[in-house]
Antibody, heavy 124, light 110 residues
Framework: QMHLQQWGAGLVKSSETLSLTCGVY????????WSWIRQSPGKGLEWIGE???????NYNPSLKSRVSISVDTSKSQLSLKLSSVTPADTAVYYC??????????????????WGQGSAVTVSS | QSVLTQPPSASATPGQGITVSCSGG????????VNWYQQLPGTAPKLLIY???QRPSGVPARFSGSKSGSSASLAISGLQSEDEAHYYC???????????FGGGTKLTVL
């Protein structure tokens, strides 16, 4: 059974870069898309972006200029970097499996395996 | 503001049925299947419905999804206390080439 384990700094200073990593265990890394999603305190879900094992990605236009999502297929890991953070970026960040990388309609199938979430606070 | 519009709250008593709506536009729900997620307090979201009306393995048949035009619905029959959670709709938006979520509906089982 595939599971995702996240880690990274829980406290980041304003203007610095948030960095998180998600490890994929118990299944094949290279046949899926992988997403990052965040949830601000008391708010709804916001999709940040996604990537496949070849580095093909799609990003939320509102965050695209500050976001970098990358993969390390040798370690079955994906990473998120969000630059120039402000307190508005305080949120729980999730990684999730996001459909088959061989399916041009991968987004039809939802995000079906999620990490445990990483709470990140941006201090002013 | 979320691209997809959901009522912020809904309530019903155990055993009843309820429908949660999700309204979008031609570039998102009007053109693509809809997924639904259930989020229990303090936990990661769980995929409840994918491809508009398909249930992943393990999701009870009490949960069903449908779509008409640019709107979608999640129906829950025979409500149970453990169904009390936030429910989010999501789909792909062709205009931004990305996934979009609704603002979420908090379901209270009275």
């Amino acid at each position: 059974q595939m599971h995702l384990q996240q880690w990274g700094a829980g406290l980041v200073k304003s203007s610095e870069t948030l960095s998180l990593t998600c490890g994929v265990y118990g299944g094949s890394f290279s046949v899926y898309y992988w997403s990052w999603i965040r949830q601000s305190p008391g708010k709804g879900l916001e999709w940040i972006g996604e990537i496949d094992h070849r580095g093909r990605g799609n990003y939320n236009p509102s965050l695209k200029s500050r976001v970098s999502i990358s993969v390390d297929t040798s370690k079955s890991q994906l990473s998120l970097k969000l630059s120039s953070v402000t307190p508005a970026d305080t949120a729980v960040y999730y990684c999730a499996r996001s459909g088959s990388a061989t399916d041009i309609f991968h987004y039809h199938y939802g995000m079906d395996v999620w990490g445990q979430g990483s709470a990140v606070t941006v201090s002013s | 503001q979320s691209v997809l519009t959901q009522p912020p709250s809904a309530s019903a008593t155990p055993g009843q049925g309820i429908t949660v709506s999700c309204s979008g536009g031609s570039s998102n729900i009007g053109s693509n299947p809809v997924n639904w997620y259930q989020q229990l307090p303090g936990t990661a979201p769980k995929l409840l419905i994918y491809a508009t009306n398909q249930r992943p393995s393990g999701v009870p048949a009490r949960f069903s999804g449908s779509k008409s035009g640019s709107s979608a619905s999640l129906a829950i029959s025979g409500l149970q206390s453990e169904d009390e959670a936030h429910y989010y709709c999501a789909t792909w938006d062709d205009s931004v080439n990305g996934r979009v979520f609704g603002g979420g509906t908090k379901l209270t089982v009275l």
